[in-house]
C-alpha cells in the first residue's frame, strides 16, 4: 500500500510504514509541505497514495470526492504509539484482526 503522511504526523511514520513493507513519504520529503490541502489531495490521487493525517479536511475530501484513494485521519483524541515501537503496533494489528474475525463469526 502507498502512503503520503501529512505535515503534522512525524517523517518517522513514514520510515515505520517502509520497514513494515508500504511505500510511505513525508509531505517533507517530496516538497508538499507548503502546499494547500487539495494540491497534496491532488497528489495523492494521481500518484495512488493514501494520506495519513491529523487533518480533518482530508477524511472531509474523501468523502466528497469518489475515488480508490482516501484518507486515515488521525483525530487529536487519538494517541500515537511510540514510533520505536513497531512490535507492538504489530501485535495490536493482529489483535484487531482477531477481533474483527470473532465478531464475524458471532
Known amino acids: 500500500m ?3 503522511v501529512d505535515n ?3 517523517r518517522a511514520l513514514a520510515t515505520l510504514l517502509g520497514n513494515l513493507g508500504h511505500h510511505a513519504v513525508h509531505v517533507l520529503d ?3 509541505s507548503q502546499v494547500d490541502d487539495m494540491a497534496i ?3 495523492a490521487a494521481q500518484n495512488g497514495y493514501t494520506i495519513i493525517s491529523k487533518d ?5 475530501l474523501a468523502l466528497l470526492y469518489s475515488s ?3 484518507a486515515a485521519h488521525l483525530g487529536a483524541d487519538r494517541k500515537l504509539p511510540k514510533i520505536g515501537a513497531a512490535g507492538g ?3 495490536r494489528a493482529k489483535e484487531n484482526r482477531a477481533g474483527t474475525r470473532r465478531r464475524n463469526l458471532d
Open 2 to 4: 502507498k502512503f503520503l
Open 8 to 10: 503534522q504526523l512525524p
Open 30 to 32: 517530496i516538497e508538499l
Open 41 to 43: 489531495w491532488a497528489f
Open 56 to 60: 480533518a479536511d482530508f477524511a472531509d
Open 68 to 70: 480508490d484513494r482516501g
Open 89 to 91: 503496533i504489530q501485535k
